[in-house]
């Protein structure tokens, strides 16, 4: 199976989000990630729920919904409703991971769990079989046009062992920071998917961008 392929709309040109989100439609990428930023969990604020319905109402692929929010439990049906098909939560806003994660799944969503770069991947351990996918960040969330943390490697390694301990099918999604030389190396450690906002919407041809990105294997 060749890696999925999850441009953030982050990098986008808002006043032309039907054209960019045609554009994604056109491409070969497999996702569309977008970060829900709350000016309180991380120090920048994005766009929220009529945002998300009007990406959902252009969008053919599925929407990647990237929760960085404190309290998400109160927003997972209003972004279910908004189109999400993925819903990824942090762990670090999550007291009761576990029953957020049921949630989640008793909304008809695939349930991700996002942790933050100092979060250990191990505490992800006792609920790993629960979780459709878990989104390593390779940068602090926040803002998009980071530079890639190296230690990520690591992470993505010991994840994937972990998951094939437990027999889970989890995907491994990364996200920050992502461009066509770390690409192959985190799809060598055990990535399925790579988020990439600023590398694709900042380069001269998009679409070109994303078809090299998923020829990575
Ligand atoms: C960061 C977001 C990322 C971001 C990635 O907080 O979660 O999804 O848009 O952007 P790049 O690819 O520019 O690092
Ligand atoms: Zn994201």
Do not use: W
């Not at 998009?206 to 990105?213: F, G, R, V």
């Amino acid at each position: 199976m060749s890696v999925f392929i999850a441009p953030s709309v982050l990098a986008a040109d808002f006043a032309n989000i039907q054209k960019e989100v045609e554009m994604l439609n056109a491409s070969a990428c497999d996702f569309i990630h977008v970060d829900i930023m709350d000016g309180v969990f991380v120090p920048n604020i994005s766009f929220g729920i009529p945002v998300t319905e009007a990406i959902k109402k252009h969008a053919t692929k599925p929407l990647d919904v990237h929760l960085m929010i404190v309290n998400p439990d109160h927003y997972l049906e209003a972004f279910r409703n908004a189109g999400a098909e993925i819903i990824s939560v942090h762990y670090e806003a999550c007291p009761h991971l576990h029953r957020t994660l049921q949630v989640i799944k008793s909304l008809g969503c695939k349930a991700g769990v996002a942790i933050n770069p100092h979060t250990p991947v191990s505490l992800l351990e006792d609920v790993i079989q629960d979780i459709d996918l878990v989104c390593v960040m390779s940068v602090n969330p926040g803002f998009g046009g980071q530079r890639f943390i190296e230690n990520t490697y690591n992470k993505v390694k010991q994840l994937k062992a972990m998951i094939e301990a437990n027999g889970a099918s989890t995907l491994i999604e990364i996200d920050g920071g992502i461009n066509q030389a770390n690409a192959p190396k985190l799809r060598a450690a055990g990535a399925d998917v790579l988020v990439a906002g600023s590398f694709v919407f900042s380069s001269p041809d998009p679409i070109e961008t994303i078809k090299n990105l998923k020829s990575i294997s």
